[in-house]
């Protein structure tokens, strides 16, 4: 069997259940998930700033997880905080929920909506589509101008608003796919796919799925090139636990 680590990036316990639930709920029978989040760093990423410091929690959980020889990692905060820095560090596969739940919706709909949560977060998604070579499969984006912890706060009012924003994407933008734009909406795809007939797609499963199959095809990081191992040098202060 092999362990998937899942890293929530932020260090909202409550977010890191709802990954962590989602995940182990197509896990293989062979899959172990171990679920974590930094221990330091934001409740929540809820824009650039945050995303900086979140990628330091992502590095050292990765540092971690490569140690404890797990078969791959997810960086389970729809802005794919610190991505290719965690490939650098790891020997296997590193994929953010992003660009799993993006790559997934390519394969089952020729345009895809996002349904994400502050409006000031939509150009993190917009930058990632760019990176990815999928800005000519995304139909629109949309917010549904809540906190990411306001996911957590037990009133539904976020759920109730991610359902609308479905609604209203399946009913105006002309996509055939819904991406779910944050790690904290996790659970809500298997019920708003059967609901709404249309595929809502969340990456933290996603990205489970395509751990196990890498491992599967024997594929992992390459470290021929730019995603090999950071070069040695003496890290001071607080990098020095990434020396070695
Ligand atoms: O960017 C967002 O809205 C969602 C993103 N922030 C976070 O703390 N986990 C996430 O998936």
Redesign the pocket.
């Known amino acids: 069997g092999c362990i998937i680590q899942v890293i929530?990036?932020?260090t909202?316990r409550a977010?890191t259940e709802t990954i962590a639930a989602a995940a182990r709920s197509v896990a293989a029978p062979g899959t172990k998930i171990l679920a974590v989040c930094p221990q330091e760093g934001?409740p929540?990423?809820?824009g650039h700033f945050?995303e900086a410091i979140?990628a330091i929690g992502v590095l050292q959980q990765v540092k971690l997880g490569r140690e404890a020889g797990v078969s791959g990692h997810v960086i389970?905060?729809?802005?794919d905080p610190g991505l290719l820095a965690a490939r650098e560090l790891a020997n296997r596969p590193v994929i953010g929920?992003a660009e799993a739940a993006m790559h997934m919706a390519t394969l089952v709909a020729t345009r895809f909506s996002i349904v994400?949560?502050?409006p000031r977060?939509l150009v993190?998604?917009r930058h990632l589509l760019h990176q990815y070579g999928f800005e000519r499969h995304c139909a629109a984006l949309h917010a549904i101008d809540l906190p990411?912890l306001a996911l957590e706060d037990g009133s539904g009012l976020a759920q109730q608003k991610v359902r609308e924003q479905c609604i209203q994407a399946k009913q105006q933008d002309g996509s055939g796919a819904i991406v779910l734009?944050?790690?904290?909406?996790a659970d809500l795809a298997r019920e708003l796919t059967l609901e709404l007939g249309i595929p809502v797609i969340d990456g933290v499963s996603a990205a489970v799925k395509m751990i196990e199959s890498l491992n599967a095809l024997g594929l992992s990081t390459s470290k021929h090139g730019d995603l090999d191992f950071p070069r040695a040098k003496p890290l001071s202060g607080m990098f020095g636990s990434f020396s070695g």
């Open positions: 929530n990036p932020n909202s977010m934001v929540s990423i809820e945050d979140a389970a905060c729809f802005g929920i994400t949560t502050l977060t993190i998604a990411v734009g944050c790690g904290g909406m």
